[in-house]
Every structure is written in structure tokens, then in C-alpha cells.
């Protein structure tokens, strides 16, 4: 979901498993509030800024803990229709790559890179989706 940042109050500090991390409550202008953590003492967003959140459960206490992103930031890209999720079009480049990679260091004849490549990302979103899964 999307909204503006109405207040940020800094909320203390916690050792956590990347070095000290510092605890943010948040309030944003469509009505919900709760926790956010950085690496910073000073949170990265401020007041009145857009951004995209997820309500990741609740604390102990029963508040939101919130993550919080920059609007469209995941690795998508804005089409006519929407958001088009480009993973797929990303694992071929690897997968065409790796293949060209290998014919190189192999040293054999000719193949087809297209056919192999297309091979390679099938088993590739065949391991996607089943890490998926876990």
C-alpha cells in the first residue's frame, strides 16, 4: 500500500544481527502507525514523503511492524497495463550468458545458444519455484 509519512519519532536502539539497529515509530496519513527499524539514526524517509509499506505482523505489544520502501521499488517495471514483473526476462539474460560462458571455455562446435538457453531457464524457473515453495 501506498501513503504519506505523517510523523517519524525516533523509539530507542536494539543489537541486532547486523550491528545496532535503531527503532522508528511511524505514523503515516492514511491512518496506520506502527514500528520501523534502521541502520540509522536518522530514519531515511521524512515527513510528507510517498511511500509503499507492508504490515509485517505485530510486536509483542501488539503494534504494526511496518517495512518500508520507496514507491515501486521492487524489481518491476511500469507497463501500459500496470506493473510487469521482468524476473523472468532477467534469469534469461543470465541463462544465455552462462551458456555462451560455458560454449566458450568448452571450446565445441556450433550450437544453438536460443534452444539452450531456453533449456537452461526452464530448469532455472523449475529451482525458482520450488525455492519458492519452502
Known amino acids: ?3 504519506k509519512i505523517k510523523s517519524v519519532q525516533g523509539n ?3 543489537e541486532g544481527n547486523y550491528g545496532l539497529m535503531y527503532s522508528f ?10 514500528v520501523a ?3 540509522t539514526k536518522d ?8 511511500v509503499e509499506y507492508k504490515i509485517n505482523g505485530k510486536t509483542p505489544q501488539g503494534v504494526n ?6 514507491p515501486d521499488s521492487d524489481f518491476q517495471t511500469k ?6 514483473d521482468n524476473s523472468n526476462a532477467i534469469l534469461m539474460q543470465v541463462c544465455l550468458k552462462e551458456v555462451c560462458e560455458f560454449h566458450r571455455m568448452s571450446k565445441m562446435g556450433a550450437i544453438n545458444y536460443d534452444e539452450i538457453a531456453d533449456q537452461t531457464l526452464q530448469l532455472a524457473q523449475r529451482v525458482k519455484s520450488n525455492i ?3
Open 1 to 3: 500500500m501506498k501513503a
Open 12 to 14: 530507542g536502539t536494539w
Open 25 to 34: 515509530d511511524i505514523e503515516l496519513e492514511d491512518g496506520v502507525s506502527g
Open 37 to 39: 527499524n534502521g541502520k
Open 43 to 50: 530514519y531515511r524517509f521524512k515527513v510528507g514523503d510517498e
Open 65 to 70: 511492524k511496518l517495512s518500508i520502501s520507496k
Open 79 to 84: 507497463g501500459s497495463g500496470g506493473y510487469k
Open 132 to 134: 519458492e515453495k519452502l
